[in-house]
């Protein structure tokens, strides 16, 4: 004897929940969603496959929809998929039907879009927390004077009614048709003349920062949202895609300086959350650098022999290390607007082999000089040698390494200067003492 | 006895051009001018003040009009204005009447738009050169419906009609109307209930950087450019605004890796043009760090005394510039967002202070047991003690030096972090040996 749908919920047997929605036809769960408190309803109704959840909510009674809609932005909604397994928790997170979606995030502000969103499926991060819902979607068949009449009716309300988002009868998304051209077009025009098909468009669950992007190259002003079977859910508007952009460029910016990027003003956060931020970096940095010592600790002897080699050491990687950081941020910049893709490896190396090599050949002459004043002539020699080589290398390696990063699908931006610098720390003291070896017959 | 215009335009007489020119009534000028070779023309037309420039512009026949506006884009014109001395270019250079500017710049590419707008006065990198000239004005005193119409009727060739610039009878900006409310309003609404005063708007002579930013804080699709008479000159559309802002922030990114920014593309700059870029500032760099040889120096007999107190410099100096790295980017971009301002110096220092500090204690244990393992206690010490001191300095240093930068008012971007990370190098030198002499009583 099966319990009912209530008690399954009620004792969290989500298994049961699930085994007794696949038994039940789509009228039933109507009717049991319509008889129990509008929160709980929320579990059945998320655990639902898309298409039932369609069937179901279409056989829903207005307010009824309207109450389960209004439970899936209940905080205790939210509290209670908060505090369930992580497999449950992501079996209620499963993308749900565009049109359920669009009407549960309907008139909210984006806060609270955010914060809904995720339970709609959309993970954190994606174009569903940030598109708008209310759009003024077009059948194709109309002319344009009509869908204009239709812009007029529904548009009070969209977000944006610049760009009109074209569907066909099972709301999958065909195209778009920009305001402008309805205005300017005669208005018995057939909207399938003036329709831009292979449109740009972004699915729900892609990462938001993907569609800014794709909506920075392509120019558009309002990009649609499809649902995984491309049945439209919004569109993301030009001004949100400008603040995910800038957000996304401080990500960058904190990342290059080998730091975590923080949430929130850098007044407000407090200075353990810096620290935090900060410190893991510098960790695997210092752990990095003992490289260095173990490095020195080889030509200790040189070192006792000869002092004066020290005291060049600060200068020989600190130049490394700048080479090396201005040719990481030009080929991460160069990343990420597009001019560099990983398969430029070969091409890069070259480039930036040589213009290390010229750097490096400038900067000797100011090796040769300050060495000669300061400890004499074959020191400095070995001092300008080691420029040469340390910032070919440097520059070299420091372009090579976002590349390697995006061939091995790791964020370039993670490849920051810092991380750069203290790789060829190590490497420019063994050119350093190999090249004093050899010219001072060491 | 005068000469004529077009013998003192011939003999490259400009103090006789403008003398000519105040002589003389509008209409005797437009007479001069039709006679002239179109281009020889555009020099006294182009000399002529803002007032006077306008009331012959209209005396003009059509005809006439195209023959001097086309004149101006000629090459020909380029070269003679580049061929000129810097002081009679500048006079040349003179912002024109909005009217005629409009004129002048209708119909032409980005490409020859760009190249024109420094001719009308606009300098490299204003907004005046990238706006768009092709608007459609609107006057407050008709309806929703009428605007709707010239809309239709005009809009064809203009770069954008979402937002409409109301003008009033002396082409003067008195607010903006977005198409969206002349869509949605009913057609007799009239045009002063629904447009928006106050709105933001730039003169064609700001940088393009700065009305691109505005853009980014408005929320605005387009922004009118004015004239320094407020007249509407063109509009900057939001998809120029975007690639000003992206081509702003790369250059940004470079100069904080210690970079010039260059033009173009990553790939298709010469490698000379790339080792230019960075030349300057690994000079100044390396320039600046034979400080830290001379600090060496004064503890070379230290060194001699001590060699394994070597080792641990690239660790040290690499160590206190990821964090100095790391505060001075932070501060940089919060600057640059408008987190920070020139006045929170003290608040920064004793944030930075503490966080550096924090940062130090946690290094220092790696610090001590590295050094317990491959050298032993007393040296374990120094570099355990002085990594927190270093770190503490590092981190104030950093978030100062872009503070001071804007306190002075120079760029805070161009105290890179290379540049933080060279000056503490050689002051972390000085905290290293003085708590060496300390620790190990020498």
């Known amino acids: 004897m099966p319990e009912s749908l209530e008690e399954l919920v009620e004792s ?35 655990l639902l496959d898309k298409d039932k959840a369609l069937e179901v ?17 209940d905080q205790a909604f939210r509290d209670l998929v908060e505090s369930m397994d992580p497999d449950d928790r992501a ?29 709609l499926g959309y993970p954190s991060g994606s174009v569903g927390q940030t598109m708008t819902p209310e759009t003024v979607p077009l059948p194709l068949q109309v002319s344009a004077g009509t869908a204009l009449q239709r812009v007029r009716d529904r548009g009070h309300h969209a977000e944006t009614v610049y760009v009109l988002p074209i569907v066909d009868a099972g709301r999958r998304l ?13 208005a018995d025009t057939p909207l399938a003349d003036i329709v831009v098909r292979d449109v740009p468009f972004a699915h729900a669950t892609d990462p938001a920062e993907d569609a800014a992007k794709l909506m920075r190259e392509t120019n558009v002003l309002a990009l649609p949202v499809v649902d995984s079977e491309d049945r439209l859910v919004g569109l993301l508007t030009i001004d949100d895609a400008i603040e ?18 923080w949430a929130g003003h850098y007044m407000a956060v407090s200075v353990w959350q810096l620290a935090r931020a900060r410190a893991p970096w510098l960790l695997l940095l210092i752990v990095a650098s003992v490289l260095t010592v173990n490095v020195l600790q080889v030509f200790e002897t040189t070192l006792e022999n000869v002092t004066a080699l020290a005291l060049f050491i600060p200068l020989l990687v600190g130049t490394g290390g700048n080479a090396g950081a201005q040719s990481a941020t030009s080929a991460v910049r160069a ?17 930036e082999s040589r213009v290390g090599l010229l750097l490096g050949a400038m900067l000797s002459v100011v090796g040769l000089v300050v060495g000669s004043m300061l400890v004499g002539g074959d020191i400095a020699l070995v001092v300008g040698l080691s420029l040469i080589v340390i ?41 350093y003492f190999l090249i004093a070896h050899a010219v001072l017959s060491l």
Do not use: Y
Not at 57 to 71: H, K, R, S, Y
């Open 57 to 73: 909510f279409e056989e829903l009674e207005p307010v009824d929809q309207q109450a389960i809609l209004g439970g899936l932005r």
């Open 244 to 261: 995910i952009i800038e957000a996304a460029d401080t990500e960058d910016v904190a990342r290059q300086s080998g730091s975590a990027p």
């Open 174 to 186: 065909v195209g778009t048709v920009e305001l402008r051209d309805l205005v300017l077009s005669p």
């Open 12 to 46: 969290n047997d989500l298994l049961g929940v699930r085994a007794w929605l696949d038994d039940q036809a789509a009228h039933v769960i109507a009717d049991a969603l319509a008889r129990m408190d509008h929160v709980a309803a929320g579990v059945p109704f998320r």
């Open 391 to 431: 910032c070919a290398w440097a520059a070299t390696v420091g372009a090579t390494m976002p590349l390697l990063a995006k061939r091995l699908r790791i964020d370039p931006a993670v490849v920051s200067a810092p991380m750069v610098t203290t790789l060829v720390d190590a490497t420019g003291l063994i050119i």
């Open 91 to 119: 079996r209620m997170l499963t993308e749900a039907p565009a049109k359920v979606a669009q009407r549960v995030l309907a008139g909210l502000s984006v806060r609270e879009r955010q914060m809904t969103a995720h339970l």
């Open 335 to 351: 990343l990420a607007v597009g001019e560099l893709r990983g398969s430029d490896l070969a091409a890069v190396i070259w480039r």
